[in-house]
């Protein structure tokens, strides 16, 4: 079947500028995440959301960072006043419920503030 | 922040050698382990998990787990070249109400032909 989508797969935006990240999780998959990879790093846990919640937020390195997730299905991460800081890849995976089961990621969106 | 170390590597091999790559994680309560490929420019894919003590094996890989020992060891056998990729530990926290993954840098490896 289909895999996690995201979109844009590249962005590039002036510093200052809001951006809006798009994931599309397996159908069925309840939970979703969003994690940051920058150049030579680790993946970055960013937020997580089971169903429409985001039980845990702690992860979103400031306050310019938002996500929302409606009818249990597509999340968006938003950006204000992107910093040069904030280019990375942004992976979003799914998994079938918040536990014990595999996260199966998306082809990410790289991100670039210049 | 509970962590998860990795050496960055590259681990270099030649083509059907053993390739061992080593995970250690601070979290003593940790109970769920994973290993993740990714290739340059690509997106993290699962290889395998662990639960257990002791070995789990899928084909050409081996997944070590030693939670007295809070380490976990990922063994490719007959090394290809198309082995080649950064490997990603993963290790599931465990918080109130919440598990999240928690990963480490990645270890490089290289198998040359």
């Known amino acids: 079947g289909a895999g996690v989508s995201q979109s844009p797969s590249n962005k590039v935006t002036e510093k200052g500028k809001d951006v809006e990240l798009r994931c599309d999780p397996i159908?069925?998959?309840?939970?979703l995440y969003w994690y940051r990879q920058s150049l030579g790093q680790g993946l970055e846990f960013l937020i997580y959301?089971?169903?429409?919640?985001?039980?845990?937020k702690s992860g979103l390195p400031s306050d310019r960072f938002s996500a929302e997730r409606t009818g249990g299905s597509v999340s968006t991460l938003t950006i204000q006043r992107t910093q040069q800081e904030d280019s990375a890849v942004y992976l979003c995976?799914?998994?079938?419920?918040?536990?014990?089961?595999?996260?199966?990621f998306g082809p990410g969106t790289r991100l670039t503030v210049t | 922040q509970k962590e998860v170390e990795q050496n960055s590597g590259p681990l270099s091999v030649p083509e059907g050698a053993i390739a061992s790559l080593n995970c250690t994680y601070s979290?003593?309560?940790?109970?769920?382990f994973f290993w993740y490929r990714q290739y340059s420019g690509k997106s993290p894919e699962l290889i395998m998990f662990?639960?257990?003590?002791g070995d789990k094996e899928d084909g050409r890989f081996t997944a070590q787990l030693n939670k007295a020992s809070q380490y976990v060891s990922l063994l490719i056998r007959d090394s290809q070249p198309s082995d080649s990729a950064t490997y990603l530990c993963?290790?599931?926290?465990?918080?109130?109400?919440?598990?999240?993954?928690?990963f480490g840098t990645g270890t490089r490896l290289l198998v040359s032909p």
């Open positions: 959301f089971q169903g429409n919640s985001a039980p845990d």
């Open positions: 993963a290790v599931k926290e465990m918080n109130t109400g919440f598990q999240k993954l928690v």
């Open positions: 979290d003593r309560g940790s109970q769920s």
């Open positions: 159908s069925g998959h309840t939970a």
């Open positions: 995976a799914s998994s079938l419920i918040q536990g014990d089961y595999e996260q199966y």
């Open positions: 662990i639960y257990s003590n």
